[in-house]
């Protein structure tokens, strides 16, 4: 596939368009999700974000046993 600089020196690429989808995300928290999304901090780390209400969202739990 090759294509042309325009002349504001951009590339203009032709696809076929992707039909549209739905996505659906599920309303169950897990304390490992919130666990990835910062970055595997610990669940104790967790904690003062909950108490200190410092997490918009972030849902209160107890912590795992393993």
């Given at each position: 596939m090759s294509t042309q600089m325009?002349?504001?020196r951009m590339y203009v690429i032709f696809g076929?368009?992707?039909?549209s989808m739905?996505?659906?995300v599920g309303k169950e928290e897990?304390?490992?999700?919130?666990?990835y999304r910062y970055a595997y901090l610990s669940f104790k780390g967790l904690n003062p974000l909950v108490k200190?209400?410092?997490?918009k969202?972030?849902?209160?739990?107890?912590?795992?046993e393993n």
């Open positions: 325009s002349s504001n076929p368009v992707i039909g739905c996505l659906q897990n304390i490992n999700l919130w666990h200190k209400d410092m997490v969202w972030l849902p209160t739990f107890k912590e795992e």
